[in-house]
T-cell receptor
Framework: AQKITQTQPGMFVQEKEAVTLDCTYDTSDPSYGLFWYKQPSSGEMIFLIYQGSYDQQNATEGRYSLNFQKARKSANLVISASQLGDSAMYFCAMRDYTDKLIFGTGTRLQVFP | DAGVIQSPRHEVTEMGQEVTLRCKPISGHNSLFWYRQTMMRGLELLIYFNNNVPIDDSGMPEDRFSAKMPNASFSTLKIQPSEPRDSAVYFC????????????FGEGSWLTVV
């Protein structure tokens, strides 16, 4: 069965530092997509970054990058140069042949000055 | 471009009343999802439509919940009768139906049942 695991309920990082949010997944399907979403306190779900299972290179989007280790089934999100506005919940999610998007439990990131 | 549009944004209702949540997906998207988010259970997928047909409703909590998609541009999630434990944020999301396509979320409907 598909499963997404985020083991860090909360993380703290100082402004301008980099932070890594962990995510591991489980699926038997060779074709899948991995996504990260940000949910600020206002509640909306904001798409950040996507990594396909067949992609050879790690995805990057501005200050966000995805550290994809296929053999370990991990898809960690790296945020470089953290900003106060990065404080939010971050969800890792996976979409496979079922087309459904399954979410992890999330990590609450707090950026302090 | 318009994103996924949900209504109402906020609803407070009394236990036993019928609640109808509405969703307009992004034009051209053929997959539509309803999610529920609570502190206790996180983000749960309730039902998934593809080309207006319900494909997987295994996440629908019980018979009090029903969802329809009469056409490609409109879906409803209905709760009848509502109970306090239904209080949650309900998200509608849409996408094209391939693993590489991003699923975009509406702003959510915040439901409180008193």
């Amino acid at each position: 069965a598909q499963k997404i695991t985020q083991t860090q309920p909360g993380m703290f990082v100082q402004e301008k530092e980099a932070v890594t949010l962990d995510c591991t997944y489980d699926t038997s399907d060779p074709s899948y997509g991995l996504f990260w979403y940000k949910q600020p306190s206002s509640g909306e779900m904001i798409f950040l970054i996507y990594q396909g299972s067949y992609d050879q290179q790690n995805a990057t989007e501005g200050r966000y990058s995805l550290n994809f280790q296929k053999a370990r089934k991990s898809a960690n999100l790296v945020i470089s140069a953290s900003q106060l506005g990065d404080s939010a919940m971050y969800f890792c999610a996976m979409r496979d042949y079922t087309d459904k998007l399954i979410f992890g439990t999330g990590t609450r990131l707090q950026v302090f000055p | 471009d318009a994103g996924v549009i949900q209504s109402p944004r906020h609803e407070v209702t009394e236990m036993g009343q019928e609640v109808t949540l509405r969703c307009k997906p992004i034009s051209g998207h053929n997959s539509l999802f309803w999610y529920r988010q609570t502190m206790m259970r996180g983000l749960e997928l309730l039902i998934y439509f593809n080309n207006n047909v319900p494909i997987d409703d295994s996440g629908m909590p019980e018979d009090r919940f029903s969802a329809k998609m009469p056409n490609a541009s409109f879906s409803t999630l209905k709760i009848q009768p509502s109970e306090p434990r239904d209080s949650a944020v309900y998200f509608c999301a849409s996408s094209l139906d391939r693993v590489e396509h991003t699923i975009y979320f509406g702003e959510g409907s915040w439901l409180t049942v008193v």
